[in-house]
C-alpha cells in the first residue's frame, strides 16, 4: 500500500490511505482532482490562444515577410524537437500506466527519460537561439537584418520591420513554451522523487496523472507551433 | 479503483500515428498546394493533438462528463477568439 499525508487526515478508517474524509470514494477524489487540472488547462489554452491570434493576424497582414522569415528557421531542428517531444509524451503515458499497474521501479525509470527528453528539447531549442544570435536574426537590435526575398518573388525583398514581428513572436511564443518545459522538467524532477520513494502505485497516482496532463498539453502546443512557425510557404 | 488502463500495444502504436503525422506534415509543407497548404498542416496537427487528448490524457475513457464539457467549452471560446479577431481584422480595408 503506498502511503500519503492524506493518510493521517481525520483518522477515519477508509480501505484506501488516500482517500480524504471528505469524498465519498477515492474515484469521485480523482475526478475531481481531474477536473480541476483540466479547469487549470482552459486558462492555459486561453493564455496560449491570445499569443496565436495575434500571430494569425500578422500573418494575414504580412503573408510574404512571414513565409520569407519562416524559411529561414532550422528545418531539422524543428522537426527533430518534435519528435524528441512526441516521444516525451510516450514515456509520460507509460510512467502513468505503470503506476495503474504497480511497477514502481519502471514508474522512476519512465519519469527520467521524460526529464532527459525534456532537457534535450531544451538543449536543442538553445541550439536554434544561438543560431538567431550568430545571423542577427533577433528583433529589436540595430544590426537585425533577414537577407533574400518573399518566395517566389524575387522581386520583393523582404521587409525588415515585419519580418522583426515574426520573430518577436517566435521568441515570444517558443520562448512561453520553453517556460513551461522548464517547470514541466522541475514538476517531473519532484514526481520523480515521490515515485521512488515509493508514493503511487494502482489506489494512488494522482499527482503522476495530472503532471502528465500538463506535460502533454505542452507537447499539443508544440503539435500546433512546430507547421505554424517552421512550415510557412516552405515549398518551392 | 476501477480505472481504464490501456494496452502497451495502444501507447506504441498513437506514439507511431504521431510521428508518422510529424513526417506528413513537412513532406505535405513542401509539395505547393496553394492555399491548402495550411489547411492541411492544421487538419494534421488537429488530428495529432485529437489522438494526444483522447488516448495519452484519458479522455476517451473518463467516466466524467463534466471534464469533457470544460474541453468542449475551451475549444469553442477559443475559435470565438479567433474568429471574431480575424472577422475584423480581415474586413477593415472594405469600403
Not at chain 1, 475531481?32 to 500573418?59: D, H, N, P, Q
Not at chain 1, 520553453?178 to 524532477?189: E, K, Q, S, W
Not at chain 2, 487528448?53 to 464539457?69: A, P
Request: aromatic share 14%; net charge neutral.
Amino acid at each position: 500500500m503506498p502511503t500519503s499525508p492524506a493518510a493521517t487526515v481525520q483518522g477515519e478508517a477508509h480501505e484506501n490511505p488516500a482517500l480524504l474524509h471528505h469524498f465519498a470514494t477515492a474515484e469521485q477524489q480523482k475526478d475531481a482532482a481531474s477536473l480541476g487540472m483540466w479547469v487549470f488547462l482552459v486558462t492555459e489554452i486561453m493564455f496560449f490562444g491570445g499569443m496565436f491570434c495575434a500571430y494569425l493576424v500578422y500573418r494575414y497582414w504580412y503573408f510574404g515577410d512571414f513565409a520569407a522569415a519562416s524559411s529561414s528557421i532550422d528545418l531539422r531542428l524543428g522537426t527533430l524537437n518534435t519528435a524528441v517531444l512526441i516521444c516525451s509524451s510516450l514515456t509520460v503515458a507509460m510512467a502513468v500506466r505503470c503506476a495503474q499497474t504497480g511497477k514502481q521501479k519502471a514508474i522512476v525509470v519512465y519519469l527520467i527519460l521524460t526529464i532527459i527528453l525534456g532537457m534535450a528539447f531544451l538543449g536543442i531549442k538553445g541550439v536554434e537561439y544561438y543560431q538567431k544570435f550568430a545571423e542577427n536574426h533577433i528583433p529589436g537590435q540595430a544590426s537585425f537584418h533577414l537577407a533574400g526575398h518573399v518566395p517566389r518573388h524575387p522581386d520583393i525583398p523582404v521587409n525588415q520591420r515585419h519580418a522583426q514581428i515574426y520573430f518577436s513572436l517566435y521568441f515570444a511564443m517558443t520562448g512561453m513554451h520553453a517556460l513551461h518545459m522548464i517547470i514541466g522538467v522541475g514538476l517531473f524532477a519532484y514526481l520523480t522523487y515521490k515515485a521512488w520513494k515509493g508514493l503511487y502505485g494502482p489506489n494512488y497516482y494522482t499527482p503522476l496523472e495530472n503532471g502528465g496532463l500538463y506535460w502533454h498539453f505542452v507537447d499539443i502546443v508544440w503539435i500546433y507551433l512546430f507547421p505554424l512557425l517552421y512550415l510557412i510557404d516552405r515549398h518551392p | 479503483m476501477s480505472e481504464h488502463i490501456s494496452s502497451v500495444k495502444l501507447y506504441v502504436g498513437i506514439w507511431l500515428a504521431l510521428l508518422a503525422g510529424t513526417g506528413l506534415t513537412v513532406v505535405a509543407a513542401l509539395i505547393d498546394m496553394g492555399p491548402f497548404n495550411p489547411i492541411v498542416a492544421l487538419a494534421i496537427a488537429t488530428i495529432k493533438a485529437t489522438l494526444v487528448v483522447l488516448f495519452f490524457m484519458h479522455v476517451k475513457y473518463t467516466h466524467e462528463k463534466l471534464t469533457k464539457l470544460v474541453i468542449a467549452a475551451a475549444i469553442f471560446f477559443f475559435l470565438i477568439l479567433l474568429s471574431l479577431s480575424m472577422a475584423d481584422y480581415t474586413t477593415r480595408l472594405w469600403t
